[in-house]
């Protein structure tokens, strides 16, 4: 039996399957955007499909310390939209 890979969501802290979570990207060029794939290159946080998780990561500066660096409000707001329209 495979192992199913298993990774801390950067919102609530708690581990689960690479498939149930979103990956967020950080590209070489300093992008950020949602990865459905998994497969973009660049450095990755993951996310539970919550937009809760969501809000926590942002209110607690969750995703600047992963990625560290300072993360822009438009960011927030395009990962937000983005989140809204996978809630669809």
Same mark, same amino acid.
Not at 12 to 25: A, L, N, S, Y
Not at 26 to 35: N, V
């Given at each position: 039996m495979k192992?199913?890979?298993v990774r801390l969501c950067v919102g609530c802290q708690e581990p689960h399957?690479?498939?149930e979570m979103i990956r967020i990207v950080k590209s070489p060029e300093g992008e950020f955007? *949602?990865?459905t794939t998994?497969?973009?290159s660049g450095r990755g946080a993951y996310i539970c499909k919550n937009s809760a998780c969501l809000e *926590?990561? *942002?209110k607690q500066h969750?995703?600047?310390k992963s990625f560290k660096c300072p993360i822009d409000n438009s960011v927030y707001e395009q990962l937000k939209?983005?989140?809204a329209k996978?809630?669809?």
């Amino acid at each position: 039996m495979k192992k199913l890979p298993v990774r801390l969501c950067v919102g609530c802290q708690e581990p689960h399957t690479k498939r149930e979570m979103i990956r967020i990207v950080k590209s070489p060029e300093g992008e950020f955007s *949602i990865d459905t794939t998994g497969k973009k290159s660049g450095r990755g946080a993951y996310i539970c499909k919550n937009s809760a998780c969501l809000e *926590i990561a *942002i209110k607690q500066h969750r995703l600047e310390k992963s990625f560290k660096c300072p993360i822009d409000n438009s960011v927030y707001e395009q990962l937000k939209e983005e989140f809204a329209k996978l809630d669809e």
